[in-house]
Nanobody
C-alpha cells in the first residue's frame, strides 16, 4: 500500500525557517518527480516546487525562488523542502505529491507563519 506522509510543519515567526519532509513508502518512486504544493484558506492549491528523478529538473514557483530549496534522498524515497525567510502569506497546508501521473498525495502538513 502506497503512503505519502508529510511532516515538519508548525508555527513559525515571520523571517523564520522550517524544513518539511515527505516520505513515500509502498513502492519505489525513484523514477518519478516529487512535488510540493500548498493550499491556503479560501485559495486553490498551487505548485511550490518540483524535483525530478535523480535530483535533476528542479522547478520553483516564483514566490519560492530564493527562499525555498527542494531536495530528495532517492534511496529513502524522501523529499525535503527547506523554507527560509518565511512570510505570513506562506501560511498554508503543504502537500507532497509523487508517482505516475502525479497519482499519490499525502494528507498535508500545516505551516503557519505568524508573530
Amino acid at each position: 500500500q502506497v503512503q505519502v506522509v508529510e511532516s515538519g510543519g508548525g508555527l513559525v515567526q515571520p523571517g523564520g525557517s522550517l524544513r518539511l519532509s515527505c516520505a513515500a513508502s509502498g513502492s519505489s518512486f525513484s523514477n518519478y518527480a516529487m512535488n510540493w504544493y500548498r493550499q491556503a484558506p479560501g485559495k486553490e492549491r498551487e505548485a511550490v516546487a518540483s524535483i525530478g528523478s535523480g535530483g535533476g529538473s528542479i522547478w520553483y514557483a516564483d514566490f519560492a525562488k530564493g527562499r525555498f530549496t527542494i531536495s530528495r534522498d532517492t534511496d529513502r524515497n524522501t523529499a525535503y523542502l527547506q523554507m527560509n525567510s518565511l512570510k505570513p502569506e506562506d501560511t498554508a497546508v503543504y502537500y507532497c505529491n509523487t508517482g505516475p501521473y502525479y497519482k499519490y498525495w499525502g494528507q498535508g502538513t500545516q505551516v503557519t507563519v505568524s508573530s
